[in-house]
């Protein structure tokens, strides 16, 4: 199972990306858990310099930008 994490407050930016992180992986059709870290210490231990960020299987793909979800079936499928 492949696990998303998103790191943001809950601003409008970090649910569009959880929308097309979604997206992404059910379009791939691949198993996923979505998990949204919103816990401002736990997004700065996660490296995340600008909100919103994305984390593939615990490695950080992205911060402070709104991947479409053709991006991150990319990211998706290179992890």
Known sequence: MTKIEIYGTGCAKCKQLAKSAEMA?????????????????????????????LAINGVLKSSGQLLSSDAIQQLLQDA
């Open 25 to 53: 992986a059910q379009t791939l059709g691949i198993a996923y858990q979505l998990v949204k870290v919103t816990e401002m210490n736990a997004i700065i231990d996660a490296g995340v310099i600008s909100t919103p960020g």
